[in-house]
């Protein structure tokens, strides 16, 4: 069950994830349940082509191989419209599946919109946030690791460091 606080839903390791069906960036529906079998790395992001977000998605596009060769499957989850967000994929040849949230369901289950600190002001927002989710063979997940307010820059390879990826 996931655990509650000022800052609203927070996943925890062990919790069962959101199962959820969104539009990626070539239009196709794309479910959590399609990855039946692997673990999935699904990361929110605020708002594409702004640039922060666009250094965590080419850290994540330069790391990709690391991670696909250690089974995972990488997908950026953020409000965009889905023409945003492949002009975005395209622009920075983004080679992972970016999920578009467009009405916050999926973002708010994850606990990654709500209140957040942004130049000293409390503000409502996408809230910068990991999950490492492994989905068993009927397509369920559990949360791994769950990291709430990750910066932009250095949190791939702080990801890498704590997934053991790192040689």
Known sequence: MPSSSLEGVRLNPGDTAPAFTLTDDHGAAVSLADFAGRKVILYAYPAAMTPGCTKQACDFRDNIASFQKEGFAILGLSPDKPEKLAKFRERDALTFPLLSDPDKAVLQEY??????????????GVIRSTFVLDVD????AKVEVAQY???????????????????
């Open 111 to 124: 606990g990654a919109f709500g209140e957040k600190k942004l130049y000293g002001k409390t503000v409502v």
């Open 137 to 140: 063979a009927k397509g369920v």
């Open 149 to 167: 307010a990750v910066k932009a820059t250095g949190h791939v390879a702080k990801l890498r460091r704590d997934l053991g990826l790192d040689s």
